[in-house]
């Protein structure tokens, strides 16, 4: 017996790639099937989805849960609930994290997945297509009598990651997601797609929720894909969507030294452009020079703080004189570097903050993601400074600098935009942004991006993110007491005109 399943996916920046990985396995490793209505760039959810649903009613319906997402899983399990009388299942972080938040008597949704999904849900399906009860499946929870949740027990991790299919792009409308304006690589315009190669990251930084999902499951959290895989899956991107660059979104590539040289020589022969995310203490001159060798346009380093005690405090394992040597290293091969750094840390001080913009200075990234650090729920921060607080969910998106009235975790009191605007001078100031001079760190990109027939969104780009450096530069300049004056009557002006 077969059944179908209708992925709903959220409107995000990058394609919904939890729901792409479930259905691509659905479809090919499973008699049943899925598909995903992707509400990206969609004013009209709601008909969107009642649409849908009549014209070809599945057996059940399927969201992925971030917690700020919390609320509006809710709201639409709701209408698909009350419009076509559809089961629902959440899975990801929230529902892993607190299957109660939708298992209660009343709740629209019917099952929640815990931890890594195929192949749960694939045995969900198997049960709801045979008629069975799936109450007590591994890896699910599902309503039990009287109002209660029957919870399964911990389901094994997929410990070869090579039994996954390769992921079918083509379900979701993949333009707006490579365009160079999403800015896949930031500071390297260019048309990107994201693909991942592995699961799990082997760190415990206590900001950090990365793993888990896959915490709620049993057996070692990092898992490779097989690098011909990841091959396959590039080249099939690059072959139908054009693609320019790839952005590998893994939480920790740079892990296994062994490996990352390997995939290098793989890389290699598909010729193209680059970037991943890792630890400043993987880095070393023969890995940087094989990675440059092979393409590698960027890296992008968790860098947090430039404060030894605090990187200590937040558990981040790394200290700022790994920092130093692989920014340095990085620069001397020429990969340009990216820094994520945050403020708001607990127990942060003035001299914190001080000691984060020197370093800042001193490595010279050539560009920086700056965050208000926010206590998310699955973190360790969150478990000791917040505690569960179901009215707060909508906190748990990107709200920056106000956040502090809500989550103050540092120890000054200095305004966190007035942090975050140091911290953005000390990189910017005595440098032209990022995007400008990505043609003479890669004198490729000028034949490869900058005259492609993408030429002129990538022009738009680079003139954007010079039109938004100059601006930012001219305010950051003005004296803070006159920002501040100038911001309030701003404020005031927009609430008379409201
Ligand atoms: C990619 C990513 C994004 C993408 C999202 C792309 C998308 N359309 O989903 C972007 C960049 C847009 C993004 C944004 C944000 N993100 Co984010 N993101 C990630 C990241 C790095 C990887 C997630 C991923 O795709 N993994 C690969 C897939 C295959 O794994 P997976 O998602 O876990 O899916 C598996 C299971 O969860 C399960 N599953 C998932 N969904 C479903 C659904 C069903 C029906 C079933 C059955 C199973 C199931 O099965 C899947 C396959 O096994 C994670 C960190 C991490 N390593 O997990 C953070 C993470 C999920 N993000 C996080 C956060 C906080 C955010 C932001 C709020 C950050 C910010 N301040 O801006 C915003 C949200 C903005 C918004 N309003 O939506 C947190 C979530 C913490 C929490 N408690 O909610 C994480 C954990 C990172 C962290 N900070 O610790 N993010
Ligand atoms: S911050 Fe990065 S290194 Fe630390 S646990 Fe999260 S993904 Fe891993």
């Not at 797609?193 to 799990?200: A, E, L």
């Not at 020079?289 to 394992?317: H, P, Q, T, W, Y």
């Not at 007491?481 to 911001?487: A, E, Q, S, V």
Request: proline fraction near 6%.
């Amino acid at each position: 017996m077969k059944t179908s399943i209708l992925f709903i996916a959220l409107p995000k920046k990058l394609p919904p790639f939890s729901l792409l990985a479930l259905a691509s396995y659905i479809n090919q490793r499973t008699e049943h099937t899925a598909g995903i209505l992707d509400l990206n760039g969609r004013k009209d959810a709601e008909e969107a989805i009642a649409e849908r649903l009549k014209l070809d009613p599945p057996g059940l319906v399927g969201f992925s849960c971030f917690t700020c997402d919390y609320p509006e899983v809710m709201r639409l399990s709701k209408l698909v609930e009350k419009s076509s009388g559809c089961r629902v299942v959440v899975g990801n972080v929230h529902a892993s994290l607190y299957p109660e938040d939708f298992i209660f008597s009343g709740s629209p949704v019917d099952f929640v997945v815990r931890g890594e999904g195929e192949l749960t849900l694939a045995e969900l399906l198997d049960k709801l297509a045979a008629g069975r009860s799936p109450a007590g499946l591994a890896g699910a929870a599902a309503h039990g009598p009287g109002g209660t949740m029957l919870l399964g027990e911990k389901r094994p991790l997929i410990a070869d990651l090579g039994v996954l299919p390769r992921i079918d792009y083509g379900m979701v409308a993949m333009e707006p997601y490579l365009a160079p304006a999403n800015r896949g690589v930031p500071g390297f315009p260019a048309r990107t797609g994201t693909v991942y190669t592995s699961r799990g990251c082997p760190s415990n930084c206590e900001f950090c929720a990365a793993n888990t999902v896959w915490k709620c499951n049993t057996g070692p959290s990092v898992r490779f894909r097989p690098i011909e895989d990841v091959m396959l899956e590039v080249g099939a991107l690059k072959a139908k969507y054009g693609i320019q660059c790839v952005a590998f979104g893994d939480d920790s590539f740079l892990i296994k030294k062994s490996r990352v040289l390997a995939f290098c020589e793989a890389i290699r022969k598909l010729d193209i452009f680059w970037s991943v995310q890792g630890r400043v203490e993987h880095i070393t001159s023969e890995v940087v020079s094989a990675m440059r060798g092979a393409g590698c346009v960027m890296i992008g380093f968790g860098v947090e703080s430039g404060s030894d005690a605090i990187l200590k405090r937040i558990n981040k394992g790394i200290t700022t004189a790994q920092i130093r040597n692989a920014f340095a290293v990085c620069r001397a091969q020429g990969c340009a570097r990216m820094a994520y750094i945050m403020c708001n840390h607990p127990g942060e001080t003035e001299k914190d903050v001080e000691l984060t913009v020197r370093l800042l200075r001193e490595i010279r990234p050539d560009g920086i993601n700056q965050a208000v650090l926010t206590p998310y729920p699955g973190t360790a921060i969150y478990a000791k400074y917040v505690g569960k607080k179901p009215e707060n969910f909508w906190l748990f998106s990107n709200i920056g600098p106000e956040l502090a009235g809500y989550f103050k975790l540092c120890e000054h009191d200095l305004p966190l935009n007035r942090v975050l605007d140091s911290y953005w001078l000390a990189v910017y100031a005595r440098r032209l942004p990022v995007s400008l001079t990505a043609v003479f760190r890669e004198p490729r990109y000028l034949s490869r991006v900058l005259l492609s027939r993408y030429a002129l969104p990538v022009m738009s780009v680079i003139a954007a993110d010079t039109a938004v450096w100059l601006r930012y530069l001219a305010v950051a300049s003005i004296p803070w007491p006159i920002r501040n004056f100038l911001r309030a009557c701003k404020h005031r002006i927009e609430a008379v005109f409201k």
